[in-house]
């Protein structure tokens, strides 16, 4: 983006980033899906400093579904490789990272992944805690229908205990139980590779979400898609149910 078009265009706070075609991607090369995912994240990483570099204040990369265990083992294990090497990396380059006033923060259900991981995220989320340029969300065993289910349970459990009445949970009571808590909703949210639809992706986050669309298949996607998307996005018209 032009410092000219930077400066005359309403930023998105919050960005969802629906990170597919990985697979499509490597198949029109003859390559292995797992090549197509390796691909991926190296656009990811592109794109995430990018938009730090625009001024997006939140952003959320969706990266492995709780329905994607279904996929072969080989492929989960592929995926779960390059999770572990984004953190490594960032443990390395921590430096770097916290000039940056990058935030990490882990959205999902994270009980389910591997260890080692579990804990090169946990301690990459204390140790950005406190960083408030950009916060970076990565979506790993990430499903929209569980992080409310998640959310349900811990209010039953204040029921139970006596500590909330039923007919007084409210709205802020929910959102305040998703991972999200304490994050604007997404403004934008992008899903390339030509699929129309939001795959459990924050759903209830999404409820007045402006989208955008593309054909392009994510190991492709540069800064001037984001760009494109951007300026589209200012030309929405978001009316929340007024006129
Ligand atoms: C997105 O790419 C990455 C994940 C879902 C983990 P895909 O692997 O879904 O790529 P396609 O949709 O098969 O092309
Ligand atoms: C959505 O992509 C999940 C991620 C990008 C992480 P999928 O490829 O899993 O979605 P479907 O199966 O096409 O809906
Ligand atoms: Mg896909």
């Known amino acids: 983006m032009t410092k ?27 390559l292995k899906r797992s090549e197509g995912h ?13 938009a730090q570099e625009i001024g997006v204040k939140y952003l959320t990369f969706y990266a492995f579904s709780t329905e994607n265990w279904k996929r072969p083992a080989e492929e989960v ?11 490594f990396e960032a443990q390395e380059r921590e430096e770097e990272n916290m000039a940056k006033g ?9 009980s389910a992944l591997p260890e080692d991981i579990v804990t090169m995220i946990t301690e990459l989320e204390k140790r950005s805690a406190d960083k408030d340029v950009i916060t970076v969300n990565l979506a790993v ?4 229908r569980d992080e409310i289910l998640h959310a349900v349970k811990t209010i039953a459990k ?15 009571d929910i959102d305040g139980n998703l991972f999200t808590a304490g994050q604007p909703d997404p403004d934008l949210i992008i899903r390339p590779s030509g699929e129309y ?13 402006e989208f955008w669309f593309s ?29």
Not at 141 to 144: E, F, L, P, T
Request: net charge positive; glycine share 10%; with cysteine.
């Open 4 to 30: 000219e078009e930077l400066a005359n265009i309403s930023m998105p706070a919050h960005i969802g980033i629906i990170m597919d075609g990985n697979g499509r991607w490597a198949k029109q090369r003859g």
């Open 38 to 50: 390796k691909e991926g994240a190296k656009v990811f990483r592109a794109i995430c400093n990018y």
């Open 77 to 87: 294990s592929a995926i779960m490789d390059l999770f572990r090497d984004y953190l």
């Open 102 to 110: 990058m935030r990490v923060r882990y959205i999902g259900e994270r």
């Open 141 to 144: 065993n990430y499903g929209g």
């Open 158 to 172: 204040k029921v139970e205990a006596g500590e909330l009445k039923a007919d007084n949970i409210n709205l802020n």
């Open 197 to 209: 639809r939001l795959s459990n992706f924050l759903i209830w986050q999404a409820a007045y979400s």
């Open 215 to 243: 054909d392009i298949l994510w190991p492709d996607f540069t800064a001037d898609d984001l760009d494109k998307a951007i300026i589209d996005y200012n030309k929405r018209n978001r009316r929340f149910g007024g006129i």
